[in-house]
């Protein structure tokens, strides 16, 4: 069963405006990972944050992570029209270390 | 490095028909998995490998075999394919337990269809 629920599930923001995805989850994790998916291409790892770890910054993004909510957030700045792409979350469960376990995505649109 | 590379990228088959995607990675990773793609669904793991000659079971394992001969490879076999079946699948790989790495590297993808 997906583990990461994302909302909203498609975003369409003008360029140079922030973009904020929001990811829910069901158990204990070891850490949480935002992925992003240009259209027909793999997926490419953006950023992880560990369980003990409550907010982590690269570059234009800033994730967050509430594991008393069970719930992260990821934060574009200053979007660009190339951000525009499908996000996702996938969390490492404790237990399960081997695996990743994603959620639906969100789609963001950055219009010029 | 080429990283993870699939395949082939693009395949139709007729229900009943058998194939096999291949997925190979220059990394020297320990770990591989192959997911599904459906819209609106994210990625389902089908299979994985935590080390050559080692496979396991994902979350959407029936109707998928899978095999790690070599390290570098990860095959996916499908022998009677059915149209629920029509999706597109990534491979990835991940370097494994040593050093607390979980990112994984994905392929680029093969788009099947099953008429």
């Known amino acids: 069963s997906q583990q990461g629920e994302e909302d909203p599930q498609a975003l369409s923001i003008q360029e140079g405006e922030n973009a904020t995805m929001n990811c829910s989850y069901k158990?204990?994790?070891?850490?949480l990972q935002w992925y992003r998916q240009n259209s027909g291409r793999g997926l490419v790892h953006l950023i992880l944050?560990?369980?003990?770890?409550r907010e982590k910054h690269s570059g234009r993004l800033r994730v967050t992570l509430d594991t008393s909510k069970k719930s992260s957030s990821l934060l574009i700045t200053a979007s660009r029209a190339a951000d525009t792409a499908s996000y996702f979350c996938a969390t490492v469960n404790t237990g399960t270390a081997s695996k990743l376990t994603f959620g639906t995505g969100t789609r963001l649109q950055v219009t010029l | 490095n080429a990283g993870v590379t699939q395949t082939p990228k693009f395949r139709v088959l007729k229900t009943g028909q058998s194939m096999t995607l291949l997925c190979a990675q220059d990394m020297n990773h320990e770990y591989m998995y192959w997911y599904r793609q459906d819209p609106g669904m994210g990625l389902r793991l089908i299979h994985y490998?935590?080390?050559?000659?080692?496979?396991a079971k994902g979350e959407v394992p029936d109707g998928y075999n899978v095999s790690r001969l070599k390290k570098q490879n990860f095959l996916l076999g499908l022998e009677s394919a059915a149209p629920s079946q029509t999706s597109v699948y990534f491979c990835a790989s991940r370097l494994g337990s040593s050093g607390r790495s979980y990112e994984q590297y994905f392929g680029p993808g093969t788009r099947l269809t099953v008429t």
């Open positions: 158990t204990s994790i070891n850490n």
């Open positions: 944050i560990r369980s003990n770890e």
């Open positions: 490998s935590v080390g050559e000659g080692t496979t």
